[in-house]
């Protein structure tokens, strides 16, 4: 009952951080995109049309202006599968909003924060059954109240309906691998289908599923099963295209995959956080990649969370532009960053390791960064002072007894998430 109580409360605080100011940061116009679905999922349910808002090169164009944000039109759209348009959309027509004029941030970002929420809990429970319930609270905490991870949230984006699917279907295969059967191999394709309906780089899950498929060595019958579900929402996704413009569906898809890429992508991913459209440096998002790829040290132990992002950072690293990023992009990658870190901390206080001055490092400089210095300003004698303060607490666990690593550990672990919390609580999305 302690620990059911330890999650919920957790879940809670995560809920009204999502919430606070969600119809105001990040603003309206940061991206547009959160439009595109809203859009796209109306005008199938009213109209029974996929109209949307492109810049792509399509006949059928119309302008259209909404408090001051121009939307050129198009139809039959087909930028993005309609599964996350469907639910966002179906939100606003059963809030009353079923014209585009009526839409409003305020309404369709609900949708997202319900995702994010489901997210919460799947997270939880694939860490508390790969690792230990530590972990899993541990990673909770860090999902839950990192600013850079909630912000991206909020956003009405494709990616919080692939992250649902992606730690679904992870979960699902966990707890389904000792006793395959064609059942369920069936529920994992059509996961994987819902995938690929929600964005292309839902592939990514189908993919994952698969190699676990074979390294697990699953029964062929069973792995054909997998992929014959799969295969028929691909049929399906094609006769939807068929049944509006499939020469106009396949121009728009050859020119999506003709975007400026280049081995820039990975130096852009690695260096550049993004909040939407905004670089904030959040220093979970570094020690988040830190932890992700000391996963690698132990395959066995870790192979869930290093098969899944490595699969997905492959396909963004041939799909995304070398130019510039969006923060949204990384979104089904932060489960899985939570994780890592939970896991990584949590051994490295119990084993007193120097792995603790690197996160104090990178959290503790972002906190001074994005809290102190925004609220108080900063001097370089403040700056010097701090950063000793910072780095006290490490070099005086080595110093002291044992037993009292572990104590101070866990002080700093939470003080950092207390830090998270002021952080994301008053974050204001530059303009």
Known sequence: MKKVFIVFSILLLGFFIRVHNYQLYPQRGATSDEYTYSFLGVSLITKRVPISWSYFAYDNRSDLTINNIYFPIVYPYFDHPPL????????????????????????????????GMISSLLLFLIANRLYSFKTAVWSLLIFSTSTLFVMNMRVVVAENLLTVLFLGSLYAYAYF????????????????GFSLWTKIMGISIFLTLLFFFLKDRVKTKYIVMFCTAFFVFVGLLLGYAGYYDFKLFWQVQLSQGGRNIGPETLRLIL??????????????????????????????????????????????????????????????????????????????????????????????????????????????????ILFVLLIFPFLFIFLIK??????????????????????????IHPS
């Open 177 to 192: 691998i000792k006793n395959m059967t064609t059942r369920k191999a069936i529920i994992l394709g059509i996961l994987s």
């Open 84 to 115: 996350n348009g469907l639910f966002v959309g179906g939100w606003a027509v059963l809030k009353g909003q079923d014209t585009f004029t009526k839409i409003d941030l305020k309404t369709i970002r609900i949708v997202p924060i319900f995702f």
């Open 271 to 384: 260096s550049s956080p993004v909040i939407v459209n905004k670089v904030f440096y959040d220093g979970w998002y570094f020690f988040g990649f830190f932890s992700l790829f000391l996963q690698f040290t132990s395959f066995k132990k870790n192979k869930y969370i290093i098969v899944s992002s490595l699969f997905y950072l492959c396909l963004l690293l041939i799909s995304m532009t070398k130019e510039g990023h969006s923060g949204w992009y990384m979104i089904p990658l932060f489960p899985f960053m939570a994780i890592a870190m939970g896991e990584v901390l949590k051994e490295a206080v119990e084993a007193g390791s120097f792995i603790l001055a690197i996160f104090l490092l990178f959290i503790g400089m972002s906190h001074i960064q994005n809290i102190y210095q925004v609220w108080f300003g900063l001097t370089p004698a403040y700056y010097r």
């Open 402 to 427: 044992k037993k009292w690593i572990y104590a101070l550990a866990n002080i700093l672990f939470y003080s950092m998430i207390l830090g998270n919390i002021l952080q994301t609580y008053s974050y």
